[in-house]
C-alpha cells in the first residue's frame, strides 16, 4: 500500500475559517481514506468542528497558533508581522521541513504567495513561481497559467510557463503529452508583443516529446478547451480569470431575474432545477477548485476564499493528486530536458526579434495625404 | 429639423454580405427615418435586397465597386491590395470627404482600422487610435477599451484612452460626468505594472469636471459595472472581451445540454422559454452591438462580423447616436481641457516612477536560510 499523502491545512484561512476547512478535509477523507492531517490554527476554533467529525479526528494532528492572516492584510505586512507565528506561515512550514506533503490554504492570495516564495524558495532553473488555475471548459478542464503570481514576462519566463503547466497537465489531467497555446490577441504569427512572439518560436524550437506546442491561442478558445494549457503572463491571465468569472456571475444573476420574470418562467425553472444545479457546478472558474503554486520546492495550493466545504475538498484533492503524481519531479524532468537544447534556444532568443516581421499596420503605406 | 444624419455602409462586409447589411439597415431606417445611406459594394449583389426594401432603397445611393476585402485577408495586404477600390475604403473614404457622417462596416476588424488609420488619420493630439466596445453590465451598459487596436501603452496612452472612452460615454450613455476606472489585478495602489499605476496618479491630477476617475477596477468589475468607461491596453482589452465571449458561449452550451438531459428538464425550458430568449439577447459583448474606433478624424464603428440584420441596425444606432452627440467635438474639447493641466502632468509622469512603492513581494524580507 502506498504511504498515506499528508496534507498541511492552513485552518484559519478564507472567510470562513475552520467552519469550512474542517468539514472539507472531512469530506475529502471519506473519498480518500488513506490521508493524513496537519492542522495549523487556533484549537479553541477548531474544537468543535473536529468533534463533529470523529473519524477526520483520529486522522489529524493540531497544532495550535492564534495568529492568523487577515483575508485583506497587505502581503509584505503579513510577512512581516506574522512570518513564523501565523496559521498560514506554519502549514507551508510544514512542507519546507517534510513533516507535510503538501499545503492548502484559503487564505489571502497574495500573502500566501509571499510566503511560499520566503519560505519554499523557487525551483533551481525557475526564476519567478506562477499560480495556476484549473478552468471547466467544453472539453472538460483547461490549466491557465499565470493568473497572478509574476506581473509581466519575457520569452523565457513563458517558455517555464508552458513547461510548468504541460508538468501540471501530466500530473492532474492524465495525458502524456498535453497540448500547449500560447494567448494572444490572434493566431496570426505576426500579432501580438514581441514577448510572446518571441516565445513561440522558442516553444516551437523546443519540440519535446512532453508538450506539443499548439501555437496562439485567443481568449475564447480557454473556455472552448482548445489546448490543454493555456499560457499568458500574470496581468492578463488575472483579468481573464475574474472576467470569465465576472460574466459568469452576470450571467446567473441574468437567469435569476428572467426566470422569476412571471409564472410561466418561475414554473418551468422549478422543473428544470436539476439543470440549473448542473449549471450552477460547472459555472465558476475557481469555486469549485484550487489554484496551484508552481515552480516553488513544494506543493502549496489556494483554495477559494470564499468556496464552501465541498470547494475545499477540491482544493485538498488537486494537492493529493499532484503529490501522488509527482508534479515537482515532472516540472524537474522536463526542465532538465528543454535545457538540453538550451544553447540552441539561446542563440534563438538573442536573433529573434531582429528577424521578426512587424505588426501587419505599421507595414502599411504612408498615410493618403493627396 | 435636424439634417439626417448620412451613413456610409460597406455592404460587402461581414460574414454575409449585402444580406445582412441591407435588411439591418431597413430596420434602422424603421426605428430613425430621418437617415440617408450610401452603400458601397457589388450593385448586382445588392439589388435583391435592395429590391424588398422599397422605402429603404429611396433612403440609399449605391455606389458600385466589385472588389471586396476577404474576411480572412491579412489587413496589410488587404489595405496594399484594395486601398481606394473596396467596398470598406470606399465607405471611409465617403468620411474623409464629407460625404458620410459615419462609415458601419462588419468586415474584418484588421483592415478596417488598417484603413481607417490611413484614410482618416488620428486626431490632433491623440497617437494612436482605440477599438471601443459597448459591454452589457448588471448595471446597464459600460464601455470597455481599447479591446485590440494598439498593442501595449505608456500612461499617457492610458490617460488618452480614459478621455476618449469618457467622451464615448457622453455621447451614448448619457451621463455628463462618467466614472472611469483602470483595469488592474487589484484595487490596491501598489498592484500592477508601472504604466497603469503611472496612469492612475495622472488621472488623478486631471481631476476633470468631465471625467470622475475611481481608481483600479478588476476584471470581474466590468460585468458588475463598476464605472461607466473601463481603461485597458489593447492586448489585455482584446483578451478579455474574447474570454467573457467564450464564457457566454460555453453557459449556453452548457445550459442546452442540461435542458434536455431528461423530460423535466426539457419541458421546465420549453416553460421557460422567454427568460432563455431574454439572456440570449443579453448574453454576448459584442452581438448586438458595435465596437467604435476612436481617436480618428472621422466616425467608424464596427459591426459584428458574424452578426445578424438586427446586430447590424445596432452598430449602425451607435454610429447614429455618436454624430448626433458630437463624439468628435466632445474628444477635442476633453483633451483641451486636459492639456490645460499638461505642465503640471509631465512633471509628474517624469517624477512619478521613482516615487513609487515597490510591489509588496519584491518589498519581502530574504528568503530564510535558517
Given amino acids: 500500500m502506498e504511504k498515506p499523502v499528508r496534507i498541511a491545512l492552513d485552518a484559519m484561512g478564507g472567510d470562513f475559517g475552520p467552519s469550512v476547512v474542517v468539514p472539507g478535509a472531512a469530506m475529502f ?11 495549523f490554527g487556533d484549537r479553541e476554533k477548531i474544537a468543535p468542528f473536529l468533534r463533529a467529525h470523529p473519524r477526520l479526528a483520529e486522522a489529524t494532528e493540531v497544532r495550535h497558533t492564534s495568529v492568523a492572516v487577515g483575508m485583506a492584510d497587505k502581503p509584505s505586512q503579513a510577512l512581516r508581522a506574522t512570518r513564523r507565528s501565523s496559521s498560514m506561515w506554519m502549514a507551508i512550514e510544514a512542507v519546507r521541513d517534510g513533516a507535510a506533503d503538501c499545503a492548502v490554504s484559503a487564505g489571502n492570495t497574495g500573502a500566501l504567495m509571499a510566503m511560499s516564495k520566503v519560505c519554499l524558495r523557487s525551483m533551481a532553473q525557475i526564476d519567478r513561481p506562477a499560480l495556476a488555475a484549473l478552468w471547466p471548459t467544453l472539453r472538460g478542464r483547461s490549466i491557465v497559467l499565470d493568473v497572478g503570481a509574476t506581473i509581466g514576462a ?3 519566463h513563458y517558455v517555464d510557463l508552458a513547461i510548468m503547466g504541460a508538468a501540471m497537465a501530466r500530473s492532474l ?13 490572434g493566431v496570426e504569427e505576426v500579432k501580438g508583443i514581441e514577448e510572446v512572439k518571441a516565445a513561440s518560436r522558442l516553444l516551437q524550437a523546443i519540440d519535446s516529446p512532453l508538450l506539443d506546442y499548439r501555437g496562439f491561442v485567443e481568449g475564447d478558445d480557454i473556455g472552448r478547451g482548445t489546448v490543454d494549457v493555456v499560457v499568458t503572463e500574470g496581468f492578463t491571465g488575472n483579468i481573464a480569470l475574474k472576467t470569465a468569472e465576472g460574466t459568469a456571475k452576470q450571467i446567473r444573476a441574468y437567469l435569476k431575474h428572467s426566470l422569476s420574470a412571471n409564472w410561466k418562467n418561475k414554473l418551468g425553472a422549478l422543473l428544470a432545477r436539476e439543470a440549473f444545479e448542473d449549471l450552477k457546478a460547472k459555472l ?3 469555486d469549485a477548485n484550487g489554484g496551484v503554486f508552481l515552480g ?5 495550493i489556494k483554495a477559494h476564499g470564499g468556496g464552501d466545504a465541498n470547494a475545499f475538498s477540491g ?6 493528486y499532484m503529490v501522488r503524481h ?7 524532468d522536463m526542465m532538465s530536458l528543454a535545457n538540453e537544447h538550451a544553447a540552441a534556444l539561446e542563440g534563438l532568443a538573442e536573433t529573434a526579434p531582429a528577424a521578426e516581421a512587424q505588426e501587419a499596420v505599421t507595414n502599411a503605406p504612408p498615410p493618403d495625404a493627396a
Fill in 284 to 286: 465558476s472558474p475557481r
Fill in 173 to 185: 489531467l492524465d495525458v502524456e503529452r498535453p497540448t500547449v497555446g500560447l494567448l494572444n490577441v
Fill in 154 to 156: 519575457d520569452a523565457q
Fill in 29 to 39: 477523507l471519506e473519498r480518500c481514506s488513506h490521508t493524513r492531517f496537519l492542522m
Fill in 315 to 320: 482544493a485538498i484533492e488537486i494537492g493529493c
Fill in 296 to 300: 516553488l520546492d513544494g506543493v502549496v
Fill in 326 to 332: 509527482g508534479l515537482l519531479q515532472k516540472i524537474g
